[in-house]
Every structure is written in C-alpha cells, then in structure tokens.
C-alpha cells in the first residue's frame, strides 16, 4: 500500500501551535510588565502604578499594557501578588529547611531580617502599602492585608511549634510573641531606611534574642496544641 499522496501541513503551521506560541508570548509579556511595575512600586508606591506609566516604561500602547491586566487596580493587586511570592521564596520556602520549633523561628526572623535590610534601599511593598490602603478598603488593601496575614499566620505555627517542642515555656502567648517579632522588624525598617539609624541590625538581632530567652526561661513542654486559642492573623471569616 503507498503512503498517501495528499500534503501533510507541518506542526508548525498547525493552528494549535500558532495559539500556544502566542500564549506564551503574551505570559512572557506579562511577567516583565509586572517585573517592571514591581520595580517602580518600591519608588513611588502602589498608588503611584498606572497602566500610563508601565507604557512608558515598557515602551508599549497603553492599549497594550491595558490587554495584559484590565484595570489599574488589577495590575496594583499582580503586583503584590509577585512581591508575595519572592517573599516566601527568600524568607519563609528556606527556613522549611530547619527543624520545627526555635531553630525554625530563627531562620524565619534571620531571613526576613536580611531582606528587610536589602530593602532598607529599595522599600518595603507591605510597608509603604499600608501607608497608602490603611484607610481605603478595597481588593488591592485586601491583597496586602491577606499576603501579611498570611505570613504572620507562618510565624504564629512557628512560636506554637516552638512551645510544644519545649523551646518556650508552656504559658507562652504565640500571639504575642508574633507582635513583638513583627515590632522588631517595622522598627528596623524605620531606623535604618528613615532615620539611617547606625547599627540598627545588630540591635534588632540583640532585642530577638532577649525576647527568646525570656520566653524561653523555665521552659516545659507545651501538654497538648488543643489548648492554642485562635490565629487572629488568619483571614476573618
């Protein structure tokens, strides 16, 4: 039997290919339009993004940008959405790393402290963000407050795993354990980006690490998780 003479159309040419080429593309698009909205909110803030100045930047139609996100306020809220997920990739994905408990709890204030100093340049979107939607609710006050909460709620696991490995005395309130580490690193951020504040690191390590000791004197292990009162850094209900 011969092979059928009738022209075989190549898979390069086949629609299916053409569509997925161009979706790519359009993803790839995307993601530098976010890179750079992302480097641009550190200078002027979320508030400051619009899809005219990604143009600009971009060198793009404001129609073209437009097609990518839809709206001002869906561009501001894929920003923080990207700032999140380099977040938990510096910070919270590596201390996984340690073992449950203190040694984790370190990592987790050691790698957010590291960042926040990188930032101390650049600036903190959850920062900045919380300045600018504070008193303006909304989707984008929404993203920030939920990508905040979310790690807090990490930080929160990570004290009650402390004080069930008897790291922390059985009494510790995780809840407050948490402001207090989250007081360290909005002072730090303060002194060392706005007042320039000399040796603002070292004091914020020092202060970590009196906290730890004193929560961890006398320390017994925790009897069950049952008795843990409810996250009040998980999203309300």
Known sequence: MSVSSSPVKSASASPERGASKSAQKGQQTKAAIVEAALGLSTQIGLDGLSIGVLAEVMHMSKSGVFAHFGSREELQISVVREYHARFEEEVFFPALQQPRGLPRLHAMFDNWMNRTSVEIDSGCIYISGAVEFDDRPGPVRDALADSVRSWLAAMHRAVVQATEAGHFHRG?????????????????HYEARFLKTPGSIARAKTAFDGMVARYGSAATPASTASSVPPNPFSKPA
């Open 172 to 188: 510790t309130d995780a809840h407050q354990v948490v402001f207090e580490i989250h007081g360290l690193i909005l002072a730090l």
